[in-house]
């Protein structure tokens, strides 16, 4: 969450785009309470209409125990 809150702090309208298709509807779930307009799509669902003004790539890492 702190990523995608540091991310987005100066962003009004913004969309999370992940590479896993089957992760789209968990992120949605993480990110509702605090982001609730932000948009989660999977990648492959992204047609010609979207277009994008502003870019920012989040690398999210795991941790290691």
């Keep these: 969450l702190a990523a995608v809150r540091d ?9 999370l785009v992940l ?6 509807p968990l992120a949605r779930k993480l990110f509702a309470l605090e982001f609730p307009d932000l948009r989660v799509l999977a990648q492959r669902e992204i047609g010609a209409e979207f277009s994008t003004t502003q ?7 795991e941790e290691q125990s």
Excluded: G, K
């Design 55 to 61: 870019r920012r790539d989040l690398r999210i890492r």
């Design 19 to 24: 590479r896993d298709t089957e992760l789209r």
């Design 7 to 15: 991310a987005l702090h100066d962003v009004n309208d913004a969309a």
